[in-house]
């Protein structure tokens, strides 16, 4: 069964570093998502992404953070200068069409900001 | 208030039991209401979804909305040791490409 998987699993990196975090959604799905979840905490929509342009941002989607879908495989997110309260649990997810309800979430990438 | 609002749990109950999780929500322009369950150290896996209010059964789900109340339920029928995990509801306005808003989760553990 296709699955959407991202890379790393695990990434450690100092405060004010850059980081990017790769995704590849299920072949042929059309919308794209990030969400991240705090140790502990609910899981918080961040950006939706459809035909190649941002659809909707949460507040906390501020100017350190942007997507890209570089080669139409890969969808990234990249945290510009990192802070300490990036430190969290960030999921990928896709879905196929506007019809289809089924969001498929990628294990996630833990990130630690130190 | 918030605007979804879950019990964190944890619930523990044997094996067998009807298990009943349940959301508040506050913001009336909700259309789309999921139950999204989530194994440790895995992303959230959609169980089932309604659209507006109503019940919804499948297998030994049953999701139920009650839009008046604002308030959604899943019921878990002859609960097993496997369902032990994070539930999560969730929902969204009536746009496809509307926010989704999570509840904190219940953290379910079914005791054999």
């Known amino acids: 069964e296709p699955e959407v998987t991202q890379t790393p699993s695990h990434q450690v990196t100092q405060m004010g570093q850059e980081v990017i975090l790769r995704c590849v959604p299920i072949?042929?799905?059309?919308?794209f998502y990030w969400y991240r979840q705090i140790l502990g905490q609910k899981v918080e929509f961040l950006v939706s992404?459809?035909?190649?342009?941002?659809?909707?941002k949460s507040e906390i989607f501020d100017d350190q953070f942007s997507v890209e879908r570089p080669d139409g495989s890969n969808f990234t997110l990249k945290i510009r200068s990192t802070k300490l309260e990036d430190s969290a649990m960030y999921f990928c997810?896709?879905?196929?069409?506007?019809?289809?309800?089924?969001?498929?979430f990628g294990p996630g990438t833990r990130l630690l900001v130190l | 208030q918030k605007e979804v609002e879950q019990d964190p749990g944890p619930l523990s109950v044997p094996e067998g039991a009807i298990v009943s999780l349940n959301c508040t929500y506050s913001?009336?322009?909700?259309?789309?209401f999921m139950w999204y369950r989530q194994y440790s150290r895995k992303g959230p896996e959609l169980l089932m979804y309604?659209?507006?209010?109503g019940n919804k059964e499948d297998g030994r789900f049953t999701a139920q909305v009650d839009k008046s109340s604002k308030y959604i339920s899943l019921f878990i029928r002859d609960s097993q040791p496997s369902d032990s995990a994070t539930y999560l509801c969730?929902?969204?306005?009536?746009?496809?490409?509307?926010?989704?808003?999570f509840g904190s989760g219940t953290r379910l553990s079914i005791r054999p």
């Open positions: 913001n009336s322009a909700f259309q789309y």
């Open positions: 997810a896709s879905r196929a069409t506007e019809s289809q309800e089924t969001q498929y």
């Open positions: 992404f459809y035909n190649n342009e941002i659809s909707e």
């Open positions: 072949s042929n799905h059309l919308y």
């Open positions: 969730a929902m969204r306005g009536y746009s496809s490409a509307s926010k989704i808003i």
């Open positions: 309604t659209y507006s209010s």
